[in-house]
């Protein structure tokens, strides 16, 4: 049976690392279209957009890899049926659960893969390819790091440790030295609003002035600090929750908890997160059904395109569920999960009744 399970994992894989590597290239083409409508913009050129979009695409790779598998299962299978090796493994007393059992297995090192690309790829992708963005539009890219940002400007430097609900800066320092280099003022606030002209209202302001070798130190509930970062450079720092390592954000969203401040968006992009390895699940077993039932027979044109249609159906639903949930306030983890459990349900429901017919 190991051996089977091999051949089987073997034979679908290809066929999965073949239909990402096509929805990724198409996706990815895709995106390339879009991002020449910013060439001409500052030095933005199509070598940068090329750029961006390469930097990207793992994020896309992981979109795609729940209908990949879906696909690929359907191409593989399917071709072991056409060439009737599936008669012949249960000629051999091999069920339609264990061959299902060896796409499940098959997805468990791909669920594994899609967390650590998810965790260590696509977050650095992401902010190198809005650095390129930034410097391409001529703009100083600040410097971003684990613990926010820091960007300089006539000698004075920002940190930004974190964006709170609604991308709102909170945690900032303000260091602003003399022309000798010595340190002039020290101003720490606990987040800003940023106005329509750039304009930052410091909200929970200490401020302490260095005079001779004095401080003097003030609070303030408010401060108006004409910011030097520009409105671009701050939507390029903004990383979006989908981006965001999944541990990081899984912390991120339990801080925000701890402090009584929302977080619905972060919590549904969260749970979304873990819903990709369940999904990939019900795909993979999805596939059976239509390879062992009425559809054996048919090309692998007709599968593809069956398989294509529960693909597209499956995430504009998955997307439907999401913008519900976030507008009614539904439970986050119910609400992201809800789609990947009925997927599974669903193939469970069709392999049985699958098995009941072929006996």
């Known amino acids: ?40 913009q500052g030095h933005y050129s199509a070598k940068d957009a090329l750029l961006c979009v390469l930097l990207t695409a793992p994020y896309r790779v992981v979109q795609i890899t729940p209908v990949a598998m879906l696909l690929g ?46 965790q260590f790829v696509i977050p650095p992708g992401q902010l190198m390819a809005q650095h390129v963005q930034a410097a391409a539009s001529g703009e100083e890219a600040p410097l971003r790091s684990a613990g926010g940002f820091w960007v300089e400007h006539d000698r004075q430097y ?4 974190r964006f ?40 929970g302001v200490l401020q302490k002035t260095v005079d001779a070798t004095h401080f003097t130190t003030i609070t303030l509930d408010a401060l108006p600090w004409p910011s030097f970062i520009s409105s671009h450079q701050l939507r390029l720092l903004m990383l979006p929750p989908e981006m965001m ?36 699940f019900g795909m993979a077993m999805i596939a059976a059904p239509f390879v062992f039932g009425v559809q054996r027979m048919q090309g692998a044109g007709r599968q593809l395109l069956i398989g294509a249609l529960l693909g597209i159906g499956f995430q504009v639903g998955q997307q439907v569920i999401f913008y519900l949930g976030l507008r009614l306030s539904l439970n986050p983890a119910i609400t992201a999960l809800a789609p990947s459990v009925a997927l599974i349900g669903c193939a469970a429901y069709l392999i049985r009744r699958m098995q009941v017919e072929l006996k």
Do not use: C
């Not at 990402?20 to 910013?38: H, K, N």
């Open 1 to 40: 049976m190991n051996l089977l399970d091999h051949y089987i994992s073997a034979t679908v894989l290809r066929g999965f690392l073949l239909i990402v590597a096509v929805l990724t290239v198409l996706f990815s083409l895709l995106a390339f279209v879009e991002q020449l409508g910013f060439v001409g």
């Open 73 to 118: 299962a359907l191409l593989a299978l399917g071709g072991l049926a056409r060439n009737s090796e599936l008669i012949a493994f249960r000629a051999l007393g091999v069920s339609e659960t264990q061959i299902v059992g060896a796409l499940m297995k098959l997805a468990v090192p791909i669920a594994v893969a899609l967390f650590l690309i998810a």
């Open 158 to 161: 920002l940190n930004v440790q």
């Open 164 to 203: 709170g609900y609604g991308n709102v800066p909170e945690s900032i320092d303000i260091y602003t030295f003399n022309d000798d280099g010595s340190l002039n003022s020290y101003t720490h606030a606990k987040r800003a609003e940023v106005e329509p002209d750039g304009t930052w209202m410091l909200i």
């Open 245 to 280: 390592p999944p541990i990081a954000l899984y912390r991120y969203i339990g801080e925000r908890k701890r402090l009584d401040q929302q977080a619905q968006r972060d919590e549904l992009t969260f749970w979304t997160m873990v819903s990709v390895p369940l999904s990939l």
